[in-house]
């Protein structure tokens, strides 16, 4: 018989109706989730409750402990099991992805409806996520996200609907797998597996900047005036960005703040295909690092990562 470790943190998937009628996230434990939502009978299942959050309050450090507790438990289990909510779903789940090194299937899922709900998706992913853990073919693959009768790698997935059952999608990728009558069928899995181990517990504030036409330095400054340890640009197209930010931009980086440009494009890659004041070229030659076709989001938390374990984020951003 398998056996899955589950690790409960809160979310959607954990919540139920208030007096008022409004959704409170986690406010079941994961013992009574499980109870709520059953558990298949074909695998041995211990569950932990970590964090009983909506997603959106989970912090870096909460993301710690967990792996803390996965490091003392996961030798005794096939695979392990992280219930979220999906606000920040793809966020953790890639930042877990960077700093853990388990050979053994690593699993985030959540839902879009309360266990309450009608029409509810929380048992059925749930249930998906159990048997993806506790799969052989899943080995080695790196932290996934199951959802929607989808197995998606944690560094392309997105949350594509805000409510819609159907909530994740990788863009220009595609899910490695799908779960049918609880069988797992994987169809293609990651190349490369990047490791990134925790040498500092500080805090590491990085800060997104979304650019726009007619943008202003407004933010830039603002961000080096408080010294964070990174930006990334979500610039426009191959990685532009507007000629009155680039000034402020060579400062932040004479600075010794880490830059990343990346695209708001759904797909493609940042490349330094122009020449102009603001073009990916340009900010290059200035000591901007190129986001390859990270999203902004996933930019960020590898740049934690980076920065959190000491290697350096030039060489990070290198594939």
Do not use: W
């Not at 090194?101 to 029409?119: H, I, M, N, W």
């Not at 703040?257 to 295909?273: D, N």
């Amino acid at each position: 018989m398998k056996k899955v470790l589950i690790i409960s943190t809160g979310g959607t998937i954990a919540s139920t109706e208030n007096e008022a009628g409004k959704l409170e996230a986690g406010k079941y434990s994961g013992e009574q989730l499980a109870e709520k939502l059953g558990i298949p009978e074909d695998m041995e299942v211990k569950i932990i409750s970590a964090l009983q959050k909506p997603s959106v309050h989970i912090t870096f450090a909460d993301l710690e402990k967990i792996k803390e507790t996965a490091d003392q438990f996961l030798p005794s289990f096939d695979g392990l099991v992280i219930t979220h909510g999906t606000d920040t779903l793809e966020e953790s789940a890639y930042y877990f992805d960077l700093i853990t090194d388990y050979e053994k299937p690593v699993v985030f899922t959540g839902s879009q409806r309360s266990p309450d709900a009608l029409g509810s998706d929380a048992f059925i992913n749930l249930r998906h996520a159990i048997y993806a853990a506790g799969s052989r073919s899943l080995r080695g693959t790196g932290v996934t996200v199951v959802f929607n009768e989808r197995i998606f790698s944690a560094k392309y997935v997105k949350k594509e609907h805000a409510s819609n059952i159907q909530g994740f999608n990788a863009f220009g990728f595609g899910y490695l797998g799908i779960i049918d009558n609880d069988e797992i069928h994987l169809y293609q899995r990651p190349i490369h597996k990047e490791y990134y181990p925790v040498a500092e517990k500080r805090e590491v504030n990085v800060e997104i900047i979304k650019c726009f036409m007619n943008g202003t330095d407004l933010f830039v400054k603002a961000c080096t005036a408080e010294n964070v340890d990174g930006i990334v640009l979500e610039g426009l197209g191959r990685g532009q960005i507007h000629p009155a930010m680039v000034d402020a931009v060579t400062a932040a980086v004479e600075k010794g703040i880490k830059v990343i440009i990346t695209t708001a494009s759904e797909e493609g890659h940042v490349y330094t295909t122009y020449e102009y004041s603001g073009s990916a070229y340009d900010l290059y030659k200035r000591g901007v690092i190129l986001g390859r076709d990270y999203d902004s989001k996933k930019a960020r938390i590898k740049l934690i990562a980076c920065l959190k374990s000491g290697q350096p984020a030039e060489r990070a951003f290198e594939r």
